[in-house]
C-alpha cells in the first residue's frame, strides 16, 4: 500500500529547544495531512489538519504558534514543536488519505509515529 | 462530543484462544468505523473497515461487526497467536452532514496472547 515515512522515530531533547518532524507521503502525493498526538494510555487525539500550500486548521486548544505545520510540497509536511516542554513529551504520527492510485475514500495512511521526550 | 471507549484496557490470553474486544461510541452518526493494530514504534496498522450501513466485516481470522443504533462494535479474533500481541484501536469516523476525514479514537486495547 501507499506508505508515509516519518522521522525522527525517537527524539530525546532539553527543554525549551525546538523538534521538527517530518512525514513524507511515498507514491503518492498528500494534499491533506492530519497530526496525531498521544499521551501514555490515552487516545490519539487529532491536533492539526494541513493541506498543502495553505495554513493548517488547528483543533481547540492546541497552540498554533507552540506547534508550527508546514506543508509545503505535495510529499512533505512538518510538525515543529517550538521551545518544548517536558509536558510536551508525548507520540505524535501523522496521517493521509490516499490520492492518485491510491486514492480512496475510506482509508488513511499512517506514518509510523515519533515519541518526543523532553527532560 | 462524540467519544469512543475500549473495553478492557488490557487483556492477556493463553495462545490459542478465541477473544472478543469492544468498542463503544455515543455518537450514532459515523461514516464508518476502523479497527487498527499499534505495534510499538511501527505506528497504525487498519485491519478492518465498517461502513455504516454495514453489520460486519472480515478478514482471516479477524471478524468486526458494528451495530450503529447501539453504538457498539466488537473485533473478533480466533485461535489467537503470540504475534496477535499489540494494541488495538477503534475509531470512528463522524459524518457531520458529510463524511469527515478526522477520525476519533478509543483508548485501545493492549493484547498480550501467551505462548
Known amino acids: 500500500g501507499a506508505v508515509v515515512s516519518q522521522h525522527p522515530s525517537w527524539v530525546i531533547c532539553k527543554s525549551g529547544t525546538s523538534v521538527k518532524i517530518e512525514c513524507r507521503s511515498l507514491d503518492f502525493q498528500a494534499t491533506t495531512m492530519f497530526w496525531y498526538r498521544q499521551f501514555p494510555k490515552q487516545s490519539l487525539m487529532l491536533m492539526a489538519t494541513s493541506n498543502e500550500g495553505s495554513k493548517a486548521t488547528y483543533e481547540q486548544g492546541v497552540e498554533k504558534d507552540k506547534f508550527l505545520i508546514n506543508h509545503a510540497s505535495l510529499t512533505l509536511s512538518t510538525l515543529t514543536v517550538t521551545s518544548a516542554h517536558p509536558e510536551d513529551s508525548s507520540f505524535y504520527i501523522c496521517?493521509?488519505?490516499?490520492?492518485?492510485?491510491?486514492?480512496?475514500?475510506?482509508?488513511?495512511?499512517f506514518g509510523s509515529g515519533t515519541q518526543l521526550s523532553v527532560l | 462530543k462524540q467519544e469512543v471507549t475500549q473495553i478492557p484496557a488490557a487483556l492477556s490470553v493463553p495462545e490459542g484462544e478465541n477473544l472478543v474486544l469492544n468498542c463503544s461510541f455515543t455518537d450514532s452518526a459515523i461514516y464508518n468505523l476502523q479497527w487498527f493494530r499499534q505495534d510499538p514504534g511501527k505506528g497504525l496498522t487498519s485491519l478492518l473497515l465498517?461502513?455504516?450501513?454495514?453489520r460486519e466485516q472480515t478478514s482471516g481470522r479477524l471478524n468486526a461487526s458494528l451495530d450503529k443504533s447501539s453504538g457498539r462494535s466488537t473485533l473478533y479474533i480466533a485461535a489467537s497467536q503470540p504475534g496477535d500481541s499489540a494494541t488495538y484501536l477503534c475509531?470512528?469516523?463522524?459524518?457531520?452532514?458529510?463524511?469527515?476525514?478526522?477520525?476519533?479514537f478509543g483508548t485501545g486495547t493492549l493484547l498480550a496472547v501467551q505462548p
Open positions: 475509531a470512528v469516523r463522524p459524518n457531520y452532514g458529510g463524511a469527515t476525514n478526522k477520525l476519533i
Open positions: 465498517i461502513q455504516s450501513s454495514q
Open positions: 496521517s493521509a488519505p490516499g490520492t492518485g492510485n491510491w486514492a480512496t475514500n475510506e482509508k488513511l495512511f
